[in-house]
C-alpha cells in the first residue's frame, strides 16, 4: 500500500493532488496497481469531477469510484463520495452505472489550505484531510471480503464523514460523524435511507447504522455495522467496545481490524476494511505513529468526533 503526506491549498486542489497520486506514485506503478482516470473535469468555475478504475491487486478487477466538489450556500466546501459498477461516458456524475443516485457520504472540507493524508492500493483509496480540528476520512473501494470471490464479486464500499450538505463546523453529530460511526435518521429499511455516510453495495446499496441497539426494533430493521467502532452493545448508553480497552501491559496498543457486519435478519459478517483498525484512544493522539511488530500506522479521530470510541488506526506500507 502506497502513502503520501502533504498539504492541499483547498477542496478543489486536494481533488488534483490525490488524481496525481493514485495514477503516478511510483509505488502504485511499480505494483502495477495505479488508477486509470476515467473522467476529470476541472473548470474554472463550478464543481470538480473525478472518475476512477482501480485495477485490483493483480490487475484483473474493475472497481470504479467517483468524487464530485460541492460549494453549499451554508460556506461547505466539500466532497461528494460515489461508487459504480461501470463507466458512461455521456452519463452525468449521479447517472453513472450502479451508483448513489443521491444522498451521497461527504467528506466536509476547507477552501483553505489542508494537511492530508493519502493511503492506496489497486483495491481501495483512504483519504484523510485535517478540516480545522476535524479529521475527515473516506474509504473508497472494495473491501477485503472473507469467504469466496463467488459471495462478494464487487464487495464496493462508500464511506466518508458526513450524511448532508453541511459544512466542518456543523455541530449535529448526525451531520458529522465517520463511516465507522455513522449516524442516519432513523428510516424504516436499511435500503436507500434519507442520508448516511457510509454505504455497502450488496443486492443494491446499503446504509450503515448510528450505533447497533440491542433493546429495542433498530436491531431488526438496521443491518450494516462497523466492528469494534459499533455493535456489541451491553448497556443503553454503551457502544463501549473501544471505549473500555486499554493500552497492553507492554503500553502497545491492541489493534482491532474493521469488520463490517450485518444484524437482524441478514447477520452476516461481509469482510474488513483494508488498513484500517480501531484501537482504544487512550494515551493516543490524532497524527501519532504507533508501531505493532515493526509496522507502523497512523492514528487519527473521526470528523467531529473525540471520544475513546472514535479512533482509527491506518496501515503505512
Known amino acids: ?85 461501470g463507466y458512461d461516458s455521456p452519463a452525468s456524475f449521479e447517472a453513472q452505472p450502479g451508483g448513489l443516485a443521491a444522498n451521497l457520504p461527504r467528506l466536509l472540507l476547507l477552501d483553505a489550505g489542508m494537511p492530508y493524508w493519502f493511503f492506496a492500493n489497486g483495491r481501495r483509496i483512504i483519504v484523510v484531510a485535517r478540516a480545522s480540528t476535524t479529521y475527515q476520512i473516506a474509504y473508497l473501494g472494495f473491501i477485503m471480503p472473507y469467504g469466496p470471490p463467488a459471495g462478494l464479486p464487487y464487495p464496493m464500499f462508500v464511506g466518508g464523514c458526513a450524511c448532508t450538505a453541511s459544512v466542518w463546523s456543523d455541530s449535529l453529530l448526525r451531520s458529522n460523524a465517520p463511516f465507522f460511526c455513522a449516524r442516519n435518521d432513523a428510516p424504516s429499511s436499511s435500503i436507500r435511507p434519507t442520508s448516511s455516510s457510509g454505504y455497502f453495495m450488496t443486492a443494491g446499496w446499503k446504509c450503515l447504522i448510528e450505533k447497533q441497539y440491542y433493546y429495542n426494533n433498530w436491531y431488526a430493521n438496521f443491518e450494516l455495522f462497523v466492528l469494534p467502532h459499533s455493535g456489541l452493545v451491553t448497556t443503553s448508553t454503551g457502544y463501549k467496545m473501544l471505549a473500555l ?73
Open 1 to 85: 500500500m502506497a502513502y503520501e503526506i502533504g498539504t492541499a491549498t483547498d477542496y478543489k486542489d486536494l481533488l488534483a493532488k490525490l488524481k496525481t497520486f493514485v495514477t503516478t506514485n511510483a509505488a502504485l506503478v511499480a505494483a502495477g496497481q495505479q488508477w486509470t482516470v476515467m473522467r476529470h473535469t476541472a473548470p474554472a468555475s463550478g464543481d470538480h469531477e473525478l472518475i476512477l478504475r482501480g485495477p485490483g491487486l493483480a490487475g484483473a478487477d474493475q472497481i470504479y469510484v467517483g468524487i464530485k466538489t460541492e460549494a453549499v450556500s451554508n460556506g461547505g466546501r466539500n466532497w461528494q463520495l460515489n461508487g459504480f459498477t
Open 245 to 317: 480497552l486499554r493500552p497492553n501491559v507492554d503500553n502497545s496498543f491492541p489493534l482491532i481490524p474493521m469488520t463490517l457486519c450485518a444484524s437482524g435478519t441478514a447477520r452476516n459478517v461481509y469482510g474488513e476494511f483494508d488498513g484500517m483498525f480501531g484501537l482504544p484512544g487512550i494515551g493516543v493522539a490524532a497524527e501519532d505513529i504507533v508501531t505493532i511488530s515493526g509496522q507502523n500506522f497512523l492514528v487519527f479521530s473521526g470528523g467531529a468526533l473525540t471520544g475513546r470510541n472514535n479512533f482509527v488506526a491506518i496501515r503505512m506500507d
